[in-house]
């Protein structure tokens, strides 16, 4: 019993002193510090808070009194026009973007099928590469053709208004000529008109000398109108040959020019009709070309579509891949 009773007394710690005080000293309220003094220093001092006395900072429990905000600071400031035309510009070209994502054969597709279909058609990636290539390389010889051929054309028609030109020119000096040979024309009449005299003068002097018997006078007179008559004569002979001689170069100029002009028209019609083929042939084989390009395109859409379409109910993904 005595040992039962001592136990009861000695139930704390044995290595505890005896000095060790039995009870927990609580915390002052006024200045977060254990003291055994019943006077601590912050009775008189000011808290920088709430700017009470009585209490340090660090033990106030005072909410701070926030000013409330005004209604025009809490509301939101009205924006520019710079800044309604820049945002509204910005939504605009987010949106293109988004509708030309949105356009294209994949848009459907999650990404994870996407990553298929792209290492499983990446042979006719490099086939359509390819293909881009050689668009490119036809098209640049295309426009190398376009433009030879529209220096052609450009040269065909600098070479038509010359032409043209030339023709007015040759119209002009016909109806010179043509005025020469009316002046020439009206010359032989008077000519004619003046021979038809002086055989009428002939005559009427060869009556009268058969009249009045042959005499020195008349003989000479006779004499004088015969040479007349035959400078007159020879005169005449010279302006017709002159005359025959000028219709015949003028009619063989004319013929030497409109055979000039008709093979330069064979000339020009032959180099259009080849530049119109040569245009065709490149138009169809553009036309080839991309058709090739939209088979492919095609044919990779329904690959992707009947071989790789994954399973949206098992599937846990992010979205669709825009």
Aim: proline share 2%; aromatic share 8%; charged share 35%.
């Amino acid at each position: 019993m005595n040992a039962v009773r001592n136990m009861e007394f000695n139930l704390r710690p044995q290595w505890r002193q005896w000095t060790y005080a039995p009870r927990q000293e609580p915390t002052c309220g006024r200045c977060g510090l254990t003291h055994f003094t019943k006077n601590c220093f912050a009775r008189d001092r000011k808290c920088f808070k709430c700017h009470k006395i009585g209490h340090y900072g660090r033990v106030c429990y005072s909410q701070k009194q926030t000013q409330s905000k005004s209604s025009d600071e809490n509301s939101e400031k009205a924006k520019s026009k710079g800044k309604k035309d820049r945002d509204s510009r910005r939504i605009s070209e987010y949106f293109m973007r988004k509708n030309i994502m949105r356009e294209l054969p994949f848009s459907s597709l999650r990404p994870t099928a996407f990553q298929e279909t792209v290492t499983n058609c990446s042979a006719l990636k490099i086939e359509l590469k390819i293909v881009k290539q050689k668009l490119e390389m036809c098209k640049k010889e295309q426009d190398k053709h376009i433009r030879t051929l529209s220096e052609n054309l450009e040269t065909s028609k600098e070479e038509n208004d010359d032409l043209k030109k030339e023709v007015r020119d040759f119209q002009k000096r016909e109806n010179e000529m043509q005025k020469k040979l009316s002046t020439f024309e009206n010359l032989n009449k008077e000519l004619k008109e003046n021979l038809e005299s002086v055989t009428k003068r002939e005559n009427e002097a060869s009556e009268k000398l058969k009249r009045f018997g042959n005499t020195e006078q008349t003989s000479a007179t006779i004499r004088e109108l015969q040479v007349q008559l035959d400078s007159k004569c020879s005169f005449i002979d010279f302006i017709t040959e002159r005359y025959h001689e000028m219709q015949n170069e003028y009619c063989e100029k004319l013929e030497s020019e409109k055979k000039f002009a008709e093979k330069e028209k064979r000339l020009r019609e032959q180099t259009e009709e080849v530049c119109r083929e040569k245009i065709r042939e490149l138009e169809a084989t553009i036309n080839f070309q991309l058709d090739l390009i939209r088979q492919n395109s095609n044919h990779v859409h329904q690959n992707r579509n009947h071989g790789n379409r994954p399973n949206h109910k098992n599937y846990r993904g992010r979205g669709r891949f825009y």
